[in-house]
């Protein structure tokens, strides 16, 4: 965060961008950070216990349970660096969104934005053409798509089969400022960010 | 490897500069067995076992592949000339659809005898699916029983890209196919076969995993990992194996589903 407001004091971004939770396994936070944010007053949940979930899980866990009278139905969360590095990490974040199916999870890197699109519902994606696309995908995760459709594409699916071995869709184009598509699978939904 | 056996080199690229190359005579014996080792990533093996971008019999540089090749290689040798390094580095072959490459890289290359492969009208494909097509047709008659494809350059960048690549190592599931990034590596390991992966703790590890790509797996079993696998059900949306850790020099691992292997690299 300093980095991004170089004419100003480090500790003072630090202060104004300061984590209200801190939460993992630990094994990876630096002893100096976790004492400033501490010291701040940032919530410090220490879940080492826990090998089986990933932090970004224990993490949308939490936002999940949290204030439980708030009213979450528009709830969307966005994960920042979610890509790149380890690819095991990578394959952990893209579980994430397939594990909590229900909630708007967006994934985020420099180049791409990558979200859930359940089986469940047709969707209807709006194009912001200035900072997003025109490169997108559809990919079966998971599970092979027998029938997928869409509208909004330079090549539209048209019950058409996807699987990985087979068919996916990359390197696709949006056309337009809306994209349908309805799947008998979950499918994960890419689109190329702009450099701004 | 007996001492006649000549190793056969072939070099591709994708997004970047690939390096292909046999490493493993098949054991008559262990029919259902496949063994893996990344001894191409050890920085001290004898030079006529090493990928070797001179030695290489083919170079092939995927459209967008040949700018990374014409930016990067003067920067690894930045004592001299950078016409001189292209030329030393130059790709036999650039193929794909042609709309990343930059003109003045197409025409540099183009001067030297690189063959331009325009698949432009092809756009079922990626450009490294168009690559490893080349490959695996190339010199029919030469024996690549041996041949192990390795991608550089291979994750990162746009995502759609990364899940085509990924799809490449599924639709040439009986191709050796090493997809490499600065943090990881990660091959396919097909159902049809047990797995042995030997690991060089020198320069891999010990951070892993095994991903059930395209299909759950109702039954995977590991040995030598920290959190093994014991017919266990793995699936997107369920479990699947991340942070998992390497415990020895090696692990097996058998399933009924293709599973995708992933180590991470450690930097030298």
């Not at chain 1, 003072?12 to 094994?27: E, S």
């Not at chain 2, 799809?167 to 090493?178: A, M, T, Y």
């Not at chain 2, 590991?222 to 194996?241: A, C, K, P, V």
């Amino acid at each position: 965060m300093p980095r991004l407001f170089p004419q100003e004091d480090a500790s003072d971004v630090r202060r104004r961008y300061k984590p209200d939770v801190i939460k993992g396994d630990m094994d990876s936070i630096r002893t100096e950070v976790l004492d400033f944010y501490t010291t701040l007053g940032t919530e410090i949940i220490d879940k080492s216990h826990d090998q089986d979930t990933t932090d970004l899980h224990k993490c949308v866990t939490y936002i999940r349970d949290f204030a439980p009278d708030l009213d979450k139905s528009n709830l969307c969360i966005l994960v920042a660096g979610a890509l790149g590095g380890r690819f095991d990490h990578e394959m952990g974040n893209l579980n994430v969104l397939c594990r909590f199916s229900s909630l708007r999870i967006v994934l985020l890197s420099d180049d791409s934005l990558i979200h859930l699109l359940p089986r469940t519902h047709h969707h209807e994606i709006h194009i912001l053409s200035s900072i997003e696309g025109p490169h997108c995908g559809l990919i079966p995760i998971g599970m092979p798509s027998s029938s997928s459709t869409t509208t909004g594409l330079q090549w539209d699916l048209n019950e058409t089969e996807m699987r990985f071995g087979g068919l996916i869709s990359t390197s696709n184009i949006v056309t337009g400022e809306k994209v349908t598509v309805q799947s008998d699978s979950d499918l994960l939904w890419t689109i190329s960010i702009k450099k701004l | 490897m007996l001492p006649s056996q000549r190793k056969r080199k072939i070099t591709i690229s994708s997004l970047s500069f690939l390096f292909g190359f046999s490493f493993f005579p098949r054991r008559p014996l262990a029919m259902d067995l496949m063994h893996h080792s990344s001894t191409f990533l050890l920085p001290t093996i004898p030079s006529d076992h090493r990928p070797s971008l001179t030695a290489a019999q083919l170079r092939l540089c995927a459209d967008g592949g040949a700018n990374r090749v014409y930016d990067e290689m003067p920067r690894l040798f930045p004592q001299e000339d950078a016409s001189d390094v292209r030329r030393r580095y130059k790709p036999d072959v650039i193929k794909g659809d042609m709309d990343s490459i930059r003109t003045e890289v197409l025409d540099f290359y183009t001067s030297l005898g690189t063959e331009i492969i325009d698949k432009s009208h092809d756009q079922d494909t990626t450009d490294l699916h168009k690559c490893v097509t080349y490959i695996r047709d190339f010199a029919p008659d030469l024996d690549k029983s041996n041949l192990c494809i390795l991608v550089a350059g291979a994750l990162g960048g746009r995502f759609d890209h990364e899940m085509g690549n990924l799809n490449v190592l599924c639709r040439f599931s009986s191709l050796r196919i090493v997809l490499l990034s600065d943090d990881s590596l990660i091959h396919l390991l097909p159902r049809t076969h047990h797995h042995e992966i030997h690991i060089l703790s020198s320069i891999e590890g010990p951070h892993c995993g095994l991903m059930p790509i395209g299909m759950p797996s109702s039954s995977s079993t590991t040995t030598g990992l920290q959190w093994d696998l014991n017919e266990t059900e793995m699936r997107f949306g369920g479990l699947i194996s991340t942070s998992n850790i390497v415990t020895g020099e090696k692990v097996t691992v058998r399933s009924d589903s293709d599973l995708l292997w992933t180590i991470s690299i450690k930097k030298l």
